[in-house]
């Protein structure tokens, strides 16, 4: 991404985030307590946050009352605090710290209306990462459409405002596939073990997390490694362990709970996951896809379905971003009808689903289409000069190069390289001096094209490139 485009895309987010917090934070005053946080999640939120600040056992004693009377706010009549097993850590205990802050500190909020608040939290990371992850992929537009999709939804927007568990489980899921999917590009291991450690916290969010290594394994067992692992399987396979050994440090460290028996309250947590569905009634068995159907805005499914042409488009040219968002929902649909799968309350239990919607949805919004913008004219440039990736830059010392044309443009010469010549870094500097330079998009007719791509060099300080048939100004492996 190019420094204007870079610049462009933090002008959105930002734009983005304030609109966030300018629309979400009044709006706050109206959500109030919910079912679900009155039940635990305010209880546990509470007792943990006590317990990092002050590591004072007494507060995981769930049974016991450690607060001195009158102490606000009053959570001892939680119906399920001896069911510590069934409530995470890390969106409660940053809850009860917004509560904190906003309600006893600052004194803007009530201490319920605080706790919700941290999503607004959750929701400035989700624009901070998924936004930016999109427009170096998709096109700013494409990014900003699909961003604005995704935080206009009316259930996602009313989850943002009274969800103290799936929203932030929905922000920190997609934060760890995005930061996954940049260091995968990138080749980076230490990228590649952060994304494990935000999975660590998307885990102590909520269960949907167990299904994002499907994700992950599937992305990079489909089609080529990027050229940055080639000839580093095994680097890959420390970096995926380091993945995983930090997402499973990080849940337990989030969670005190499991302190004191980390493998047996585990297997406590797993055991109720798997039979809960026994303990549910047989409404809470509703049917994801027409639970999605009747609660999403015509407009969102509108943008998706025109979004699965440019997306089959994208996965047949072999596109990673493509694939990720195709797994992405495959997974999510198939845990969805796994058997004894439990859904209710529409879309809340798979919110996880949206931001991929969301991100082919903003294929399909209406938009310029990309490079439609004409490149500004430099006085003298010659009207049929190559594009970028058709230049290669001089090496060692960066000199221009020329060679003569046939149709003789006003020049008589055409220049490759010059100013665009540090923006080709990629240019492979490997071969000796004379060997063919294929130069794709050379200006002229195409016998004109076929002599360029048979000419040679005339610099001697200039090596071979053999360009991509992009116009990415990367170079091929294959130079030589």
């Given at each position: 991404m190019s420094r204007p485009d870079s610049a462009r895309t933090r002008l959105a987010a930002g734009?983005?985030?304030?609109?966030?917090?300018?629309?979400?934070?009044?709006?706050?005053?109206?959500?109030?307590?919910?079912?679900?946080?009155?039940?635990?999640?305010?209880?546990?939120?509470?007792?943990?946050?006590?317990?990092?600040?002050?590591?004072?056992?007494?507060?995981?004693?769930?049974?016991?009352?450690?607060?001195?009377?009158?102490?606000?706010?009053?959570?001892?009549?939680?119906?399920f605090r001896s069911r510590p097993w069934e409530y995470y850590p890390v969106a409660n205990t940053l809850g009860a710290a917004s509560s904190e802050l906003l309600w006893r500190r600052l004194g803007w909020l009530d201490p319920f209306d605080g706790f919700q608040a941290v999503n607004l939290g959750f929701g400035l990371l989700l624009v901070a990462t998924w936004l930016p992850f999109l427009a170096r992929r998709l096109g700013l537009a494409a990014a900003l459409a699909g961003t604005l999709l995704l935080l206009t939804a009316p259930r996602i927007a009313g989850d943002l405002l009274a969800n103290p568990k799936d929203f932030p489980?929905?922000?920190?899921?997609?934060?760890?596939?995005?930061?996954?999917?940049?260091?995968?590009?990138?080749?980076?291991?230490?990228?590649?073990?952060?994304?494990?450690?935000?999975?660590?916290?998307?885990?102590?969010?909520?269960?949907?997390?167990?299904?994002l290594p499907l994700v992950v394994l599937a992305a990079v067992a489909w089609g080529p490694r990027p050229e940055a692992w080639r000839g580093r399987g095994r680097t890959l396979?420390?970096?995926?362990?380091?993945?995983?050994?930090?997402?499973?440090?990080?849940?337990?460290?989030?969670?005190?709970?499991?302190?004191?028996?980390?493998?047996?309250?585990?297997?406590?947590?797993?055991?109720?996951?798997?039979?809960?569905?026994?303990?549910?009634?047989?409404?809470?068995?509703?049917?994801?896809?027409?639970?999605?159907?009747?609660?999403?805005?015509l407009p969102f499914l509108l943008a998706v379905g025109l979004g699965v042409l440019p997306l089959a488009r994208?996965?047949?040219?072999?596109?990673?971003?493509?694939?990720?968002?195709?797994?992405?929902?495959?997974?999510?649909?198939?845990?969805?009808?796994?058997?004894?799968?439990?859904?209710?309350?529409?879309?809340?239990?798979?919110?996880?689903?949206?931001?991929?919607?969301?991100?082919?949805?903003?294929?399909?919004?209406?938009?310029?289409?990309?490079?439609?913008?004409?490149?500004?004219?430099?006085?003298?440039?010659?009207?049929?000069?190559?594009?970028?990736s058709s230049r290669c830059r001089s090496w060692p010392r960066g000199r221009r190069w020329r060679r003569r044309t046939r149709s003789r443009p006003p020049t008589g010469t055409s220049w490759w390289g010059g100013s665009e010549a540090p923006r080709l870094a990629g240019c492979r500097r490997r071969g000796t001096t004379g060997r063919r330079a294929i130069a794709r998009g050379s200006p002229g007719s195409a016998r004109t094209r076929r002599r360029a791509a048979r000419s040679r060099c005339r610099s001697p300080s200039t090596r071979c490139a053999w360009f991509h048939p992009g116009a990415c100004g990367r170079t091929s492996s294959c130079c030589r």
């Open positions: 734009l983005c985030a304030a609109a966030l917090l300018l629309l979400g934070f009044p709006a706050l005053k109206g959500a109030n307590v919910t079912w679900d946080a009155a039940l635990g999640d305010l209880f546990f939120g509470q007792r943990y946050l006590s317990f990092f600040t002050s590591f004072d056992a007494r507060y995981l004693d769930f049974a016991a009352d450690p607060y001195p009377e009158g102490h606000q706010p009053d959570l001892s009549g939680s119906p489980a929905m922000a920190l899921f997609t934060a760890a596939l995005a930061a996954f999917a940049a260091a995968w590009e990138r080749g980076s291991v230490a990228g590649i073990a952060g994304s494990g450690a935000l999975w660590g916290l998307a885990l102590g969010t909520k269960a949907n997390a167990l299904f396979v420390t970096a995926l362990a380091a993945a995983a050994l930090a997402g499973g440090a990080v849940l337990v460290a989030s969670w005190p709970y499991l302190w004191a028996d980390p493998a047996g309250r585990l297997g406590e947590h797993l055991a109720y996951l798997l039979g809960r569905h026994r303990a549910m009634a047989p409404g809470s068995h509703a049917g994801a896809l027409t639970a999605l159907l009747w609660t999403t805005p994208r996965l047949r040219a072999g596109d990673r971003t493509a694939r990720l968002l195709a797994l992405w929902i495959g997974v999510v649909l198939a845990r969805l009808h796994l058997p004894g799968a439990v859904n209710f309350d529409g879309v809340r239990h798979f919110l996880e689903l949206f931001p991929p919607l969301a991100a082919v949805g903003g294929w399909g919004s209406p938009r310029r289409p990309a490079g439609s913008r004409r490149a500004p004219r430099r006085p003298g440039a010659d009207a049929r000069s190559p594009p970028p």
